[in-house]
């Protein structure tokens, strides 16, 4: 069996990132919106640069308008991540993208992401579970009223709390408010840091956030005693190696960190960011990542058992998880 074929636990999914092209146009020929310029002739995302990369992100949810479009998007995204034999992903929502940060209408968008969620799980056993993630460079004003959709709406299926976006603004600080209210309401944290933020950014994600995983945190690589510190807090990484290749962190898979981290005891987990943006699937990370360093199925399984103990689900699934894992 190739390792690509392994079952799989992806635990940083963008929901919208991970909007296959095809269907972001479709929606955009229904709605007669013209987004003809975020397109390339092949028909995938244009983008230049990781600002840029964020504008043509935006400009693609500008498309996705009710709650009926957010279950499509849903069911698009979920068979793309079983086509990768993925049998748990928990994704990034955002109320801003889904009513604006009104917290009835992130009720409503909420129901029809799960029902959409129910019925891949009916078709292909996978499971999904939602991460309230704020937008880093809309500022902590706009967080608070993110964090209060995470807070009222926390429970079985909404887990964690995180924060994506412009890591060129801000402090991570500036958003403690938010991160200790998503706490208090017993979600699990998570935080973007050392993608585009060197390893200070790191730091201050686990100082002034208190975060148990970071999205990325691959630059932590840059500073020893933060490597450490990593080991000491058992703190996950929610490493993307092609997304980190495509915005032009590394040169390529062998240049990643992702090695170097996980052999120097930092529990690494192996997951996609925004797919179709980067050309990329769980099963490509795997067959480059074999190929890059070596790994094999152990390996993988490995690593995937790190990922479904990190997870932010409840004890009975996560313990579903592991045994899906062991049985394969
Ligand atoms: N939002 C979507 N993808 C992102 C990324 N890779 N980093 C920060 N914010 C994002
Ligand atoms: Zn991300």
């Known amino acids: 069996m190739s390792v690509a074929?392994?079952?799989?636990?992806?635990?940083?999914?963008?929901?919208?990132?991970?909007?296959?092209?095809?269907?972001i146009r479709q929606l955009a020929h229904e709605k007669k919106v013209d987004l003809s310029g975020i397109f390339t002739d092949e028909g995938g995302y244009k983008f230049t640069d990781f600002v840029n990369f964020l504008r043509t992100y935006e400009a693609a949810t500008a498309v996705l308008q009710t709650p009926e479009d957010f279950g499509r998007l849903t069911s698009a995204v979920l068979e793309e991540c079983a086509a990768s034999n993925a049998i748990y992903v928990e994704s990034?929502?955002?109320p801003e993208f889904c009513g604006g940060g009104d917290l009835g209408a992130w009720r409503e968008y909420l129901q029809a992401v799960q029902e959409a969620a129910r019925d891949a799980e009916a078709r292909h056993g996978i499971l999904l579970r939602g991460i309230v993630t704020c937008i880093r460079h809309e500022g902590p004003e706009v967080a608070k009223r993110t964090a209060l959709c995470a807070a009222e709406t926390a429970g079985d299926w909404i887990v964690g709390f995180g924060m994506g976006g412009d890591e060129g603004k801000g402090h991570q600080g500036d958003f403690a408010y938010s991160f200790d209210m998503a706490r208090e309401a017993g979600l699990r944290l998570t935080t973007h840091a050392g993608e585009f933020g060197g390893p200070d950014s790191v730091w201050e994600a686990i100082r002034d956030l208190n975060v148990e995983r970071i999205g990325h945190g691959v630059r932590a690589i840059e500073d020893k005693a933060l490597v450490q510190e990593l080991v000491a807090r058992d703190i996950t990484l929610e490493v993307c190696p092609g997304s980190n290749v495509v915005l032009g962190l590394y040169k390529n898979f062998a240049h990643h960190p992702i090695k170097r981290l996980r052999d120097a005891g930092v529990k690494v987990t192996i997951s996609t960011d925004d797919p179709p943006f980067f050309g990329t699937t769980l099963r490509r990370e795997y067959e480059m990542l074999a190929q890059a360093h070596g790994w094999d199925a152990a390996d993988f399984k490995a690593i995937n058992q790190t990922a479904a103990r990190a997870a932010f689900c409840d004890a009975d699934t996560r313990d579903g998880l592991l045994k899906r894992l062991e049985d394969a």
């Open 5 to 23: 074929d392994l079952p799989k636990v992806e635990l940083h999914l963008h929901h919208e990132g991970a909007a296959p092209p095809a269907f």
């Open 92 to 94: 990034f929502l955002s």
